[in-house]
């Protein structure tokens, strides 16, 4: 069997999640069955994706204490590491017809940056579309699980947490809500998994909705105005 490829333009599928979700599993699966069915697909990460943004992530995830990330700092860095990520990575595949799957995109900002720091959501999306050029997911897969739980996973699978891992639970319980909130904003486009449960049962939904969601015609452009 040949390569399928989307004729139009690709499609541009994103996982959210707090930490602890599941998603690199999740995405690690999704991308294997859609190769298997014959799809060109990129797989991807944000922060992260191309090596200036991956040199941008470690400065995110390894900061020092000494010198605290102000959350304007976090933001814009995040901003530009997604900038070079959409310019250098994801707009390319997309144009070449490929399925994007990219581990946390925008909705990550809004949840981290936005509920969870404070900073002001529409400041937020309009630097974002500066940063994206108004690219948006076509469909976005939030795996859901209480923060107890994912955080709990989180240090049984990782001896060392990164910086955002070690924020408090109140912190994380903030991003949950965000998630949450621009899940109920958006329901067209973002998809809510029940996570707490076994890795299989999830793999199992997710595909269902990613093959139910690819069968479906062509919805117009992705752009948002
Ligand atoms: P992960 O790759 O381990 O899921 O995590 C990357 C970390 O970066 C995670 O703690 C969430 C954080 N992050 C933000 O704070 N804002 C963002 O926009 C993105 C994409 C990630």
Not at 58 to 87: D, G
Not at 152 to 161: F, I, K
Not at 210 to 215: N, T
């Amino acid at each position: 069997m040949g390569t399928k490829t989307r004729q139009t333009r690709g499609l541009f599928i994103t996982l959210e999640g707090i930490e602890g979700s599941g998603k690199s599993t999740q995405i690690n699966h999704l991308a294997k069955v859609l190769s298997k069915a014959g799809y060109r697909v990129l797989q991807t990460r944000e922060p992260g994706g191309t090596a200036t943004a991956e040199a941008i992530r470690h400065i995110l995830l390894t900061a020092s204490s000494q010198e605290p990330v102000t959350p304007q700092t976090e933001a814009l860095l995040v901003f530009a590491a997604r900038c070079q990520h959409v310019t250098h990575l994801i707009k390319p595949a997309l144009q070449n017809g490929d399925i994007v799957l990219c581990d946390r995109f925008s909705d990550s900002t809004l949840a981290y940056q936005g509920f969870a720091r404070g900073l002001d959501l529409q400041w937020l999306r309009e630097t974002n579309a500066v940063a994206t050029g108004g690219l948006a997911p076509d469909l976005t897969l939030l795996l859901d699980l209480p923060v107890s739980v994912g955080l709990a996973r989180r240090r049984a699978d990782r001896g060392q947490q990164n910086r955002l891992d070690r924020e408090t639970e109140r912190f994380h319980r903030k991003v949950r809500r965000g998630f949450l909130a621009l899940a109920a904003e958006e329901p067209g486009r973002m998809k809510i998994l029940n996570a707490n449960r076994p890795a299989q049962e999830i793999r199992d939904e997710l595909t269902e909705i990613v093959i139910g969601w690819m069968a479906k015609p062509p919805r117009p452009s992705r752009r948002r105005s």
